[in-house]
């Protein structure tokens, strides 16, 4: 049995470690994909500003210095044209340095998308880092590109923030295979090629785990994440010491075999001399309470401590047992409570952040120039309207009408019953609750002023459907008056195109009709569980 056991047991545990090392690279490569994306969002929002949309170096590299600034990855933000010639960036270096022997350089150029690039030593601040970079568009014509790159310092002491086993390594690498981080030892690692022996997972078809030595000399069991899967633009490999990770059960196995040969002892001598009275009594004792303990009864105890020997000590432990699976009960409870009450938290003092900009914009602007303050507020608003949703629902998800009603708010009242709402029931991600309703209120804004809405005749009919995990929506003005389409396209059009983030693959079409404006809108649905979108 003692055999059996211990076999069952490594095996068990085996498996374990196994699913501990695939968790764990799974999440370092989720921590890694949200960096990117972090980083990624810098620099759409960095690319909708005025100064660097026109790539006008004088105003560029203020506005760019602004925003690196405020962002902890990253030194600089770059800006080149097709050519791959410096245009500006946040370090103020003078135009036409030539950066276009940059793989990231030509790769956004070819894939006309953002992408991640490899390890690479800095031109300007001659550090490394893991460049990225995106097109910046005019509508569908690239125009240049926006490039920045993460510190790989910032990024090795993320790694070391997270922590990792005692004996374990977190290693991730570029496309490569070159090394761009890793706990412990980054300045050993840092910047060489990882191992031959890992290089076949490098492009490994899935993700999984394997057992090898490091170049450390430690045996280990290694989760990996390879380059290869879709969206994954980096290795990610997390190993687990096998000593350490077996060093518990080594030692339960040397304490079970002691405790057996004296419990062999105890049991002869009990059998003989003690019998029912001090072993079926209180054993009957301790099972009647661990079932009416897994009945529901959580009251339930043996009380047996100090009595009845060996057994009583059993009692006294099942007791102890009992009495901190109750207490870890209660402490999951308070702890669950303590999340949501930091979400509605944090969505509070986001919405004031929000209420600290706009009272700086209307003493900046306000007086002089009303309307432009007006609209902001209302962007401001229509931004903070889904917060609200996202608040209601715990952060987990917004209802897409409610979205579509917060967002039409400011019009209402003018309005009336001019905008018509059809379509089901669909649940939207945070991300894409934000990136709506800013687009349903610069529509409502652009209709109210010029559009439909506008005077007492026209009508706006908003419809969306969920077909194949996508959600198409539509925007239908029609009025008696005649309209003509704008002579070239504003902030409001730009904004609307670059709203959603890159993975909902967001596709936006405007046409300018004689009765109004036809506008539609389709991206991918990311559900939370409640109805698919």
Not at 69 to 85: A, E, N, T, Y
Request: proline fraction near 5%; aromatic fraction near 8%; charge should be negative.
């Amino acid at each position: 049995m003692l055999t059996y056991n211990e076999l069952l047991g490594r095996q068990q545990r085996d498996r374990e470690i196994h699913q501990q090392a695939l968790q764990a690279a799974r999440q370092a490569a989720s921590e890694v994909d949200r960096i990117i994306e972090g980083v990624h969002s810098v620099l759409i929002a960095a690319a909708a500003i005025p100064a660097v949309f026109d790539m006008d170096p004088a105003g560029c590299t203020s506005a760019l210095k602004r925003v690196s600034s405020q962002v902890p990855p990253i030194r600089s933000i770059l800006v080149f044209d097709l050519d791959g010639k410096l245009v500006c960036d946040s370090f103020g270096t003078p135009a036409g340095m030539d950066f276009s022997e940059r793989s990231y350089v030509r790769d956004a150029l070819a894939f006309n998308d953002f992408v991640v690039g490899e390890y690479t030593i800095s031109k300007l601040s001659e550090g490394p880092i893991l460049p990225v970079a995106m097109p910046l568009r005019n509508g569908t014509e690239v125009k240049g590109i926006i490039a920045t790159g993460i510190r790989l310092e910032w990024l090795d002491q993320r790694i070391r923030e997270r922590g990792i086993t005692p004996g374990g390594v977190v290693t991730i690498a570029d496309r490569n295979g070159i090394i761009i981080a890793r706990n412990p030892e980054p300045q050993r690692f840092v910047g060489n090629s990882i191992a031959e022996a890992f290089k076949p997972y490098l492009t490994a078809p899935r993700a999984g785990t394997t057992e090898m030595r490091s170049p450390d000399g430690t045996l280990r069991i290694v989760g990996y994440e390879p380059v290869s899967l879709p969206n994954s633009p980096l290795y990610i490999g997390a190993g687990i010491s096998k000593e350490k990770a077996f060093a518990d059960i080594n030692r339960t196995t040397l304490a079970g075999v002691a405790f057996i040969l004296l419990g062999a002892l105890i049991a002869v001598i009990s059998a003989v001399f003690v019998g029912n009275r001090f072993i079926l009594r209180p054993i009957d004792h301790i099972v009647d309470v661990l079932q009416r303990w897994r009945g529901g009864d959580v009251a339930a105890r043996t009380n047996m401590g100090g009595r009845y020997g060996e057994l009583g000590l059993v009692g006294a432990s099942v007791d102890h047992l009992l009495d901190e699976l109750d207490e870890r009960r209660r402490q999951t409870e308070k702890m669950v409570e303590a999340r949501k009450l930091m979400g509605r938290e944090l969505a509070h003092r986001v919405k004031n952040t929000l209420s600290i900009v706009q009272a700086i914009a209307r003493q900046t602007f306000g007086r002089q120039n009303p309307e432009e303050f007006k609209s902001f507020s209302q962007r401001i608003g229509a931004f903070a309207g889904g917060y609200d949703i996202l608040l209601a629902d715990d952060w987990e998800s917004g209802d897409l009408r409610e979205v579509i009603d917060r967002a039409l708010l400011p019009h209402l009242d003018a309005l009336d019953q001019r905008i018509s709402l059809d379509g089901p029931d669909c649940h939207l991600s945070p991300p894409a609750v934000l990136s709506l309703s800013m687009i349903i209120h610069e529509l409502a804004t652009n209709a109210t002023k010029y559009g439909a809405l506008s005077d007492g005749t026209g009508s706006v009919r908003i419809e969306w459907a969920v077909s194949d995990g996508k959600v198409k929506l539509t925007w239908n003005e029609s009025s008696d008056r005649s309209f003509e389409a704008p002579s070239r396209e504003g902030f409001g059009s730009r904004l609307i195109r670059s709203a959603f983030p890159a993975e909902f693959e967001a596709e936006t079409h405007f046409s300018y009709e004689a009765d109004g404006l036809k506008f539609s809108l389709s991206f991918i649905g990311r559900t939370t569980g409640k109805a698919e979108a």
